[in-house]
């Protein structure tokens, strides 16, 4: 082992600990043997591609285990290093093609394609391609004509071995060679310095296309360590950075002073638990890049304490890492004061030299750094190498050479070195090196653009924000930053942009900067705006204006004319991750810029947010849902044990191959466990039990009827078999009766359990069997796409998320929307006993007339509502004007297939939401549509989070009791025919049409189901009403003042809702009939889902 060559130290340590883990990802981890063999392979196959000595090997992928074994196997190849982001402006990427000129680039399977297309940006021949498989294998596109490397050759120390670009004066990057002596020599003197050995886990929390990233893949993969690398969006999110620092037990963390500052003042807020010892694993902070000052080390003590130390460095990209150390020990005293760099590390000298003579300790000069483990300079650059690889001034016998780093500093009589600014015009950006005249020629690139200049403007705790003044003929900043951010890194992009007439110039000719106007921050729109009401808007204005310091802002608000910057948009992604959970990047806020184009993004990222769903090990039983735990709660007290069955009849008329028939339901039986699943109880914890597949168990009862039957023989028929209970702990909870009056006429009653199934489930369960009973009709094999997942998997995933911190939103806004008293709506003025209540029910079906059904559709198109948020409105001032009650709460379901993976299962995934609506008696209808439609869009949007646990929380289960508040349910259904009619798809000589009958039960007192039309239908309305409670007449007349208060209001809708309600009063109402019924019943009222 040559310690002068990294990976021959990786090598070793491969030898001695094969089977520690080396490097782990969010997917995956590989031991030292895994990762050296891995890596030894993909060398073998750069060879055959050609690499060697000299020649360079692109990476373009993201941070991860692949990245890893690529700058392995490049360093094993004897190939040089050169690692491209996607995230490279148009301009980077193609100098690097062009002057880097790879012969190689390794990319990833999944990231190919998006890799051509970058590489199509440079004029130069297209390399050869090396793709990483997603099983870690190797593939080749587009070889080049070029002499494989066969055999191995001695890799010297002083070979180069890796290109970093960094910003340039001349407004190109400048590339930097390292070598492999330079690299070993920073990475064994901190494993020496620290004492790091085997049990060290370090964070790649470095930028991988800045050389700092490489004392972050080498110190661990050196010592036989781990090398864990974040997640994507962690390292920009710190309440998540910190959580994945405590959760990886990483031991040792390299940072820029603006990330640590970040995570302090996150800790310093109070929003992080605080009641334990944070970090116990954390035993080194290395910090590098910037300033750190005396109140960053006093604020970090004061909350963590003293067990991590904290370390400062000082070095140059040139001179490979750091080259000086500063222990930090006592807490310094001065607050404002800069944190001073230490002391030169081993075989490091460091000197201040002012016009070619050395300062004395305490004055102030340019600080050169000798070491002969320096760089190789510039990267085909021998003249920019020259200007600043300098002979020592000291020196004038011999060669001995010096960097001359730009920066201004002075030392003191104990060594220790200040950094004090630089000499030119280059600066510190979040710890990135940047020329300010590589901006300035960007921007004097840009079409209309006669001259520029860009400045500093320091910010708070050495934060730096750029400002680019700018002369020509296009004013329009938007125009200015779009074209710059092709053209730089998104941190160089300036935060503010100040057109001018001409600059200001120095007696001299030269741009008096001094004289320049400094940026006034500016927001678009402060006044007169229109009151806000989104609660995700307001939360983002507030963060905005602690964040942006804005006094004053609205949804038009602009980031970047708001002085903003990466750093303050870490800043927001955090505070953003804590309110709601979302993992955003930095690009999301630069690419949505205003207030109103982050909140639309982040509503979009809600609803993609979901994890994949993994299936569960086996095992004899399994969890169930909050919503099945809720039904079963109610089965327990003997409840409306038949008002969860759902059934349907469906006739079928024409060829009919029963042999068929039995196995499409024999298919889906054995396709879906649901169809074949109990429950039982376990230690007090309701579970579902999973049986295996028995043709014989599946409950199919044929009965052979006399011909001639009427549609009402079917109907009793089916009535009857609603009324069935099921045992849940016997039985599965499906039956199938099949009817026959002749070879031509069948009927199926089909029965569900509420417990494994919704109405989605009942339509898809319609559709499938009718697509498998026509292929077993054809003797062909049915079609349908196999399933990922089961109902299991799905109740353990939801179980999960729900007790998760990503449900705490949803938690929250639930407790708020149930403040307060939580009475039903006691529609007849008089309250019931619950006691005995039944559950027996009817339907009650009707439709708007066609000209007022299209004048509901008219203002839902000019008001940009739905039709149901139309009819929810109405339907919350009906019931106002019956009830005086101006506190509406009213039961909707939810879906909850807001999952792909969801789309095609049957099983229970409806749960309920509450729509909350407080009625004010002067407000106009217009205004009230507003707060309706709006109240329903948002408890929609948290409806993820089980009803059912909320009422636990809340204790409001006792006695099975938790909805007794929610006597009355709305919600908007598809029309059923539409679902038949898919499913009649594929057959020329069967048809099949719904059986109308009686449905018995109702699980509510009132339920308004509005079935869904196009417009120049009329919409239907069906009544699902408790025939202990109404008569078909009240219900008739709660139809009449329906439509009439549905006439006043798309006649006039600025009728105010007190107007609506007189209306109706006056006309005659269903109260006196109900009153009577109400009579007969003792007080006290109590309604159960």
């Not at 591609?49 to 000299?54: A, D």
């Not at 360590?225 to 994945?244: A, M, T, Y």
């Not at 650059?381 to 050479?401: C, G, H, I, W, Y």
Request: hydrophobic content about 40%; aromatic content about 10%.
């Amino acid at each position: 082992m040559d310690k002068r060559i990294i990976h021959s130290v990786f090598e070793a340590k491969a030898q001695l600990f094969p089977d520690n883990i080396a490097v782990e990802d969010q997917d995956m981890q590989l031991t030292y043997r895994e990762l050296n063999v891995l890596a030894d392979k993909l060398a073998v196959v750069l060879r055959q591609q050609g690499l060697g000595s000299g020649r360079i090997a692109m990476t373009l992928m993201g941070a991860d285990v692949r990245l890893i074994t690529s700058v392995l196997a490049i360093f094993k190849a004897g190939g040089i290093y050169l690692p491209a982001d996607f995230s490279f402006p148009p301009r980077l990427m193609q100098q690097v093609l062009e002057e880097g000129a790879p012969d190689i680039v390794i990319t990833s399977a999944a990231m190919l394609e998006e890799a051509k297309q970058r590489l199509s940006e440079g004029n130069a021949p297209l390399p050869a391609m090396v793709i990483i498989e997603q099983d870690l294998t190797f593939s080749v596109q587009g070889q080049r004509e070029m002499i494989p490397v066969t055999g191995t050759r001695d890799i010297s120390p002083d070979d180069g071995c890796y290109v970093f670009y960094t910003s340039g004066s001349t407004g190109r990057s400048k590339a930097i060679l390292g070598n492999h002596k330079g690299l070993s020599h920073f990475v064994h003197w901190e494993m020496g310095e620290f004492g790091l050995d085997e049990h060290c886990r370090v964070s790649l929390l470095s930028q991988f296309t800045f050389d700092a990233s490489l004392r972050d893949i080498f110190v661990p993969l050196c010592t036989g360590g781990r090398l864990v690398i974040p997640p994507v969006g962690v390292k920009s999110n710190i309440p998540l950075l910190i959580e994945w620092l405590e959760v990886k037990q990483i031991s040792l963390v390299h940072c820029v002073p603006s990330i640590f500052r970040l995570v302090t003042r996150y800790l310093q807020s109070g929003s992080a638990t605080m009641d334990r010892n944070l970090f116990p694993s954390l035993k080194h902070i290395l910090m590098a890049g910037e300033p750190l000052y005396g109140r960053d080390i006093i604020q970090w003590r004061s909350i963590v304490g003293d067990q991590v130390e904290l370390v400062n460095l000082y070095g140059t990209s040139e001179t490979t890492m750091a080259k000086t150390c500063h222990r930090i020990g006592p807490t310094p005293e001065d607050p404002a004061a800069a944190v001073h760099v230490g002391w030169p590390i081993s075989n490091t000298m460091v000197a201040v030299f002012n016009g070619g003579k050395l300062c004395s300790p305490g004055e102030i000069g340019e600080i050169y750094i000798k070491t002969p483990f320096m760089t190789k300079g510039y990267f085909r650059n021998e003249a920019l190498t020259k200007s600043v690889f300098v002979q020592n001034p000291l020196v004038t016998d011999r060669v001995d050479m010096m960097h001359k780093t730009g920066d201004m500093g002075r030392y003191f009589e104990d060594g220790h070195i200040e950094v004090h600014g630089r000499l030119d015009d280059q600066v510190k950006i979040n710890g990135i090196r940047l020329e300010l005249a590589e901006v300035k020629q960007a921007a004097l690139s840009a079409p209309g653009i006669q001259d520029a200049e860009v400045i500093v403007i320091p910010g708070a705790e050495g934060e730096n924000q750029l400002a680019c003044y700018y002369t020509g003929t296009v004013a329009q900043e938007p125009a200015l930053r779009s074209y710059l951010a092709g053209q730089l890194h998104a941190a160089f992009i300036p935060s503010f942009f100040i057109y001018m007439e001409a600059l200001p110039l120095t007696i001299n000719g030269k741009v008096d900067k001094k004289a320049l106007p400094r940026p006034v921050t500016t927001m678009a729109g402060t006044a007169g705006d229109m009151e806000e009401t989104d609660p995700v808007v307001l939360t983002m204005q507030q963060i905005w204006k602690e964040v942006l310091g804005l006094p004053q802002v609205n949804r038009n608000t602009h980031f970047f004319q708001s002085a903003g910057t990466s750093l303050k948009a870490i800043m927001i992604i955090s505070k953003l991750y804590r309110q709601y959970n979302i993992r955003l990047k930095i690009k999301d806020i630069f690419d949505n810029p205003t207030i109103i184009s982050l909140c639309t993004h982040i509503r979009e990222l809600q609803r993609q947010s979901f994890e994949s769903i993994s299936l569960v090990p086996g095992n004899d039983n399994y969890e169930t849902t909050y919503a099945q735990k809720g039904i079963w709660l109610h089965l327990q007290y003997g409840r409306g044990l038949a008002a969860y069955n759902m059934t349907g009849a469906y006739h079928f008329e024409g060829a009919f191959n029963r042999e068929a028939f039995t196995k499409a339901i024999q298919f889906l039986v054995q396709r879906y466990e649901i169809l074949r699943t109990t429950f039982v109880m376990d230690k007090g914890e309701l579970r579902q039990r999973v049986h295996d597949f028995d043709p014989a168990a599946v409950n199919v009862r044929m009965d052979v009827c006399e011909a001639g039957m009427q549609e009402a023989d079917y109907a009793k028929i089916a009535e009857e078999e609603s009324l069935k209970i099921f045992d849940p702990q016997k039985e599965p909870l499906i039956r199938f009766r099949l009817l026959r009056a002749g070879e031509r006429h069948h009927t199926l009653v089909l029965t569900q359990h509420h417990l494994i199934a919704d109405g989605w489930s009942v339509n898809l369960l319609l559709k499938e069997f009718m697509q498998v009973f026509a292929a077993f009709s054809r003797n062909e094999t049915p079609k349908l796409s196999p399933l990922r997942i089961q109902y299991k998997d799905y109740a353990a995933w939801h179980n999960r998320y729900i007790s998760s911190f990503s449900s705490q939103p949803h938690q929250d806004f639930w407790k708020a929307q149930m403040e307060g008293e939580l009475r039903p709506l006691n529609i007849a003025a008089t309250s019931f006993n619950s006691i005995g209540k039944s559950y027996e029910g009817r339907l009650f079906t009707f439709g708007l007339p066609p000209a007022l059904s299209q004048a509901v559709f008219e203002m839902g198109k000019c008001r940009e509502k739905s039709t149901f948020a139309i009819l929810l409105a109405l339907t919350n001032i009906l019931l106002y004007s019956y009830t005086g009650r101006e506190d509406i709460l009213l039961g909707s379901p939810y879906a909850g297939r807001n999952h792909p993976d969801l789309e095609d299962q049957l099983g229970l995934f409806v749960s309920i939401i509450l729509l909350r609506n407080r009625l004010q008696p002067d407000q106009p209808f217009s205004a009230l549509l507003e707060r309706v439609a709006g109240n329903a869009a948002e408890a929609y949007e948290h409806g993820v989070y089980p009803f059912e646990k909320i009422l636990e929380e809340l204790e409001l289960t006792s006695n099975g009791k938790g909805l007794q508040f929610l006597n009355v349910f709305v919600q908007m259904q598809e029309a059923h025919e539409e679902a038949l009619a898919a499913s009649q798809e594929g057959w020329e000589d069967l048809r099949i049409t719904p059986v109308d009958f009686k449905h018995l039960t109702s699980k509510f007192d009132l339920t308004f189901n509005f079935i869904a039309a196009q417009p120049g239908e009329h919409i239907t309305i069906v009544i699902e009403y408790n025939t202990a409670l109404f008569t078909e007449n009240s219900i008739k007349k709660l139809q009449e003042d329906f439509i009439r208060l549905t006439e006043l209001a798309m006649e006039n809708e600025q009728l105010s809702v007190a107007a609506l309600r007189t209306v109706v009063q006056e006309t005659a109402s269903p109260s006196r009939e109900m009153a009577d019924i109400s009579h007969q019943i003792s007080s006290g009222i109590s309604r159960e889902y």
